[in-house]
């Protein structure tokens, strides 16, 4: 099932940088909210009975409110706080990986 999380957040990060920086359109911008939705969902439920999944899941929807923060970052162009959201991002991506790991053992 890490596997699988981990699959599911690197989707999630494609698309969300398609969407915000390559295709900037409505049916990707969709497709961003869906996925981001779909990963919390997904967290949550595979998570659910470990004790102690609840930071998990708070990171995931951390992860998503940053992927939008960044979005709109984008739309205003403001290239410094991009540049610190990416680096949460991949910090945040890598944290949530990493918990669930050992949560799993």
């Not at 998570?47 to 609840?54: A, E, Q, T, V």
């Not at 409110?65 to 910090?91: P, S």
């Amino acid at each position: 099932m890490i596997l699988l999380l981990t699959l599911f957040i690197v989707t999630y990060l494609l698309v969300s940088y398609l969407s915000i920086y390559q295709l900037n359109m409505r049916p990707t911008q969709a497709a961003r909210l869906i996925f981001g939705m779909a990963l919390i969902i997904f967290a949550s439920t595979w998570l659910s009975g470990l004790p102690g999944s609840l930071w998990v899941i708070l990171l995931v929807i951390c992860l998503v409110i940053n992927i939008e923060i960044t979005a709109f970052k984008a739309k205003i162009h403001d290239m410094k706080g991009q540049q610190i959201l990416h680096i949460f991002t991949v910090a945040m991506a890598a944290m949530i990986i990493a918990t669930a790991f050992l949560l799993s053992i």
